[in-house]
């Protein structure tokens, strides 16, 4: 799943700043199929975090989620275009300390996870207790 869109660049920074780093060809053109890899690639690395503590596809829609996504993507597209600020660099680097943290543990996404076998000390896990059993099936 892609976490966030052009038009969440758009939203954040403002139509005129994509010209400065998508319009690969000074023709006042977006190059929108390099936008959406950038988003994509940024989806992708996001998942390779997120993926150590959440099952994956997350399918809900979290704002928090969808700027790191942008801040990720719109510093690759500053650095492709040549383009790059210390700001844009910062704000990768918030990003990817914000992922860093979630997969730690210190921070939590807001998203309701199924249930997972919870781990005991000593690597053992355990379960839910069943709920069919031969005993309480007795007489089906």
Do not use: H
Not at 42 to 52: F, P
Not at 113 to 131: A, F, I
């Amino acid at each position: 799943m892609i976490y966030a869109s052009v038009d969440d660049i758009d939203k954040r920074y403002g139509e005129d700043f994509l010209y400065t780093i998508a319009d690969r060809n000074q023709d006042d053109t977006l190059d929108t199929a390099a936008i959406e890899r950038s988003l994509s690639d940024a989806s992708d690395l996001m998942n390779s975090y997120l993926a150590t503590r959440y099952t994956l596809p997350i399918m809900e829609t979290l704002p928090i989620l969808s700027r790191a996504c942008v801040d990720i993507a719109v510093y690759w597209l500053s650095e492709d275009a040549g383009v790059a600020t210390e700001e844009r660099r910062t704000r990768y680097d918030d990003a990817i300390s914000w992922l860093e943290r979630v997969t730690a543990g210190k921070t939590d996404l807001p998203i309701q996870q199924p249930d997972e076998p919870t781990k005991t000390p000593g690597g053992l896990v355990s379960y839910s207790p069943r709920l069919f059993t031969r005993q309480n099936l007795r007489g089906w």
